[in-house]
């Protein structure tokens, strides 16, 4: 249950927000919780996710309540909110920001899950209200498992600068990269699509150091990512006034672009491009080898449930960690390049995956060349109390039970020297 | 080949970046020619262009403080390159209240004109913004298609309206047809006419006045009243005038009964010729 009072100027915030995420996915998960309204999405190749969290004292006013669920194991356990909104519904309410902002006195959302619907409502002067009320499709939010806190290399930046840089790059540019030294900044057209386009400009944008809030590099890195995301990152940017912080490690890791305001949190990880190698790849070709992925996961899923029985997969809740050792960091990148999951049925309990599951996660060489951007590790939203955003590691991944997440495909891998354990969807 | 250049003057910079915007709304690829003295973009009168063509000449030395190129020999001393315009006018556009725009001929990967721009900032380093056009070089032997186009001898010559107002008429014009015909005599009269099965509409200006030393040499042959005229594609009217961001030092139109008609602008620093052929 959700029920939430905002004013005009606040209004303009939360659309921003909405429109930063319709350029990531055509839906989105609204998510309420003790820590405040969560707006989720994540786009459909999994290569970008976007979360913007709302403080309870952002709005006028806040009412927020679990659902409680008695478990098998008797335990309570707090479930959050099943509600996935479509873009295309909540888009056009939020369109014209300014107007709204000057002509609406308040702004009230609430949630009825009996009817499985969203009511927005603007109130207007002269007693004049507006209501929408908008059908949600149950699904469990997901949350990308990242911690930007151990990524080697650390911006802070004012959202003007990089307004400037990104004016330079025309709107058909898909893809951008961002070169860093130790004293230099450089944010360039991807060399990709300049082989390609034989009339494409290429350009380049230098910045030094100083001009950064916050300037921590610990290796020369060049990382090229979605470029539309970045767009949509910065109109909500323009909302907040709020510096945006990056972090990020090296090719084929994940890029995260991180707004911290009083009020408002805003996290946006998107994939970059993995190593030299992939760049050769045709988006094409891409496209049907992840198709032919799939299918093949499909069919070993359906292999191994003759019953019929739905395949759960439970983990135990990973201890944080601020700093891994390096043997971790390389677990990590290999299963970053999950291919072959390995996949068992859990009764209950976990139980230990066994070290022949270890090697079959690798990817076979061949097929990196096809893999244009990672997969980023993704899990159900935690319901744990303690649960710090800035940790997801913390969180304990649940795999939703309803019916569009059957096709998700769950692997899992035990780290050596850790007892951490991390989901992968693809 | 070598061709550098640099404009540190913000003015100069502002004005060759207007430059480069008109010529992005006259011709979408043009031909770069970079001679001792002078810049030129040109469009030649192929059949892709639909006849039209195009001279703009600009002196170097009135808008680069640095300037300095080599041709393809001492002989031919010149330099011609095909490019997009609209990437040269999206790239001068960056350079708005920048401190220096320097341009250079490059070879990475595939031939180049870098545009470098120096900006201004907040601290004491500079932002540098770089972007690399691509451009093909135009060989040697074809060149003579490149050259200054012959002017007719018009039959009338005349001083354009204010070409704001000449646009406003002429794209309410469009509306009822893409034919156009565009009559002028020497008496300072000129006319913009649509003519359909179902209407006809004329636009009349006046007191334009006609150059002198076209109405003195012919002043005598003929009738002053008497209208020369070209029937032609409005579309390729309207690009024209779209072009025309600022109203121009001088603008003449010369026509040549039933086979073009020449425009002829003088800017500040600037000469344009723009030549639209009759339709047949």
Known sequence: MLKCVMSGSQVKVFGKAVQALSRISDEFWLDPSKKGLALRCVNSSRSAYGCVLFSPVFFQHYQWSALVKMSENELDTTLHLKCKLGMKSILPIFRCLNSLERNIEKCRIFTRSDKCKVVIQFFYRHGIKRTHNICFQESQPLQVIFDKNVCTNTLMIQPRLLADAIVLFTSSQEEVTLAVTPLNFCLKSSNEESMDLSNAVHSEMFVGSDEFDFFQIGMDTEITFCFKELKGILTFSEATHAPISIYFDFPGKPLALSIDDMLVEANFILATLADEQSRASSPQSLCLSQKRKRSDLIEKKAGKNVTGQALECISKKAAPRRLYPKETLTNISALENCGSPAMKRVDGDVSEVSESSVSNTEEVPGSLCLRKFSCMFFGAVSSDQQEHFNHPFDSLARASDSEEDMNNVCCRKEFNGSDAKYFCII | ?280
């Open chain 2, 1 to 280: 080949m070598k061709f550098r250049a640099k404009i540190v003057d913000g003015a100069c910079l502002n004005h060759f970046t207007r430059i480069s915007n008109m010529i992005a709304k006259l011709a979408k690829t043009c031909t770069l020619r970079i001679s001792p003295d002078k810049l030129n973009f040109i469009l030649c009168d192929k059949l892709a262009n639909g006849g039209v063509s195009m001279w703009c000449e600009l002196e170097q030395e009135n808008f680069f403080n640095e300037f300095q190129m080599e041709g393809v020999s001492a002989e031919n001393n010149e330099i011609y390159l095909e490019l997009t315009s609209e990437n040269l006018s999206r790239a001068l556009k960056t350079a708005q209240n920048a401190r220096a725009l320097k341009i250079k001929l490059t070879n990475k990967h595939f031939p180049c004109l870098t545009v470098s721009v120096e900006l201004l900032s907040m601290s004491s380093s500079s932002r540098i913004v770089t972007h690399d056009i691509p451009i093909k070089v135009i060989p040697r032997k074809l060149w003579k298609d490149l050259q200054e186009p012959v002017v007719p001898d018009p039959d009338v010559s005349i001083y354009l309206p204010v070409l704001k107002t000449m646009k406003s008429v002429v794209e309410k014009m469009k509306n009822i047809s893409n034919h156009l015909v565009i009559e002028a005599n020497l008496d300072g009269e000129l006319n913009l006419k649509i003519e359909t099965e179902l209407v006809c509409v004329t636009t009349h200006f006046k007191d334009l006045g006609n150059p002198p030393l076209a109405s003195e040499s012919t002043h005598e042959d003929r009738n002053v009243e008497h209208m020369a005229e070209v029937h032609i594609d409005i579309r390729k009217l309207l690009q024209f005038l779209a072009g025309q961001q600022v109203n121009p030092t001088k603008a003449l139109c010369n026509i040549v009964n039933n086979k073009m008609v020449h425009f002829d602008l003088l800017h500040e620093d600037v000469s344009l010729q723009y030549f639209i052929p009759a339709l047949s």
